[in-house]
């Protein structure tokens, strides 16, 4: 419960001006109250949640079209690095978030799900596209129809292509639910086998 949702009254605060009732409280009181915002107390867990919404890296994963708009987002037009995440990563051991941008064809679906098992936890998932999240026009054989049945996805951003903006919406809706607490879309849905 944050320190503002009950009066100084109700914690047990035995002041005579906070007794007097109609009265109100004193300038001391007042900034008492208001100690959470002036002082920033916060709990591990928001802070965990801040620090990693603020280093997420993400893997190097294009796939087809899609890719090449997620490489400008690090651009001084989207300029991703405002966010602590213009350090995309070749090895899947230092990311976090697998950016799934393109087709996914039956043969690359193993080495995509092999990346996705080596990246360490906590660890997140943005299929990038039509393509991406369900085969788009790709009715075919070849495609797979939605990565999200090798990998459990947490964001899905719609588009062919999806413009950067469209992908940047995406990152802040994710990084929204990791500061409202959401787990990772692995510890909701699981990983298929
Ligand atoms: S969604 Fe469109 S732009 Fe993206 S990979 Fe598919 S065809 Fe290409």
Redesign the pocket.
Known sequence: MALNDKSLAARGLQSERVQWVGKGPGVFEREVESLETEVGLTTLAKAIAWAQTKSMWPDTFG????AI?MMSIVSSRYDIARFGMEAFRSSPRQADLLIV???VSHKMAAPLRQIYDQMLEPKWVIA?????SSG???NNYAILQGVDRVVPVDIHVP???PRPEALMEGIVRLHEKVNAGVPPAYEIRGVAE
């Open positions: 796939l087809a079209c899609c708009e941008s393109g087709r990038m596209g039509a393509c991406a788009g026009m790709f588009g062919c292509p």
